[in-house]
Nanobody, 125 residues
Framework: QVQLVDSGGGLVQAGGSLTLSCTAS????????MAWFRQAPGKEREFVAV????????YYSDSVKGRFTIARDNAKNTAYLQMNALKAEDTAVYYC??????????????????WGQGTQVTVSS
């Protein structure tokens, strides 16, 4: 069973930066897509970014495009989310997710098989 452990959250001032990490157990990490979602209090879980397996194509939500960067290091079984120019509205619990079957919409959290435990990001204005 694959386990994802995400980390790197914290408190940061608006305009600042944070990098989240998500490390996966198991030998098949390079073979599946990795994504980040976030959930603010009282809101639904929201797609942030995804990086595909192999080629490593990236896709972002409009709300973070140009500010966040998703990356992966298959040798370390780790995915990253570099977050720059943070805003108060970025405050949420951030979750990494892995492995979604082909044909599913990549922004649909229901399609992902593996989830991290979440890491809190708080941006003070």
């Amino acid at each position: 069973q694959v386990q994802l452990v995400d980390s790197g959250g914290g408190l940061v001032q608006a305009g600042g930066s944070l990098t989240l990490s998500c490390t996966a157990s198991g030998p098949t990490f390079s073979g599946y897509a990795m994504a980040w979602f976030r959930q603010a209090p009282g809101k639904e879980r929201e797609f942030v970014a995804v990086i595909t397996a192999n080629v490593g194509n990236t896709y972002y939500s409009d709300s973070v495009k140009g500010r966040f960067t998703i990356a992966r290091d298959n040798a370390k079984n780790t995915a990253y989310l570099q977050m720059n120019a943070l805003k108060a509205e970025d405050t949420a619990v951030y979750y990494c997710a892995g492995k979604i079957p082909s044909g599913w919409r990549i922004s649909n959290p229901s399609g992902y098989s593996y989830w991290g435990q979440g890491t809190q990001v708080t941006v003070s204005s």
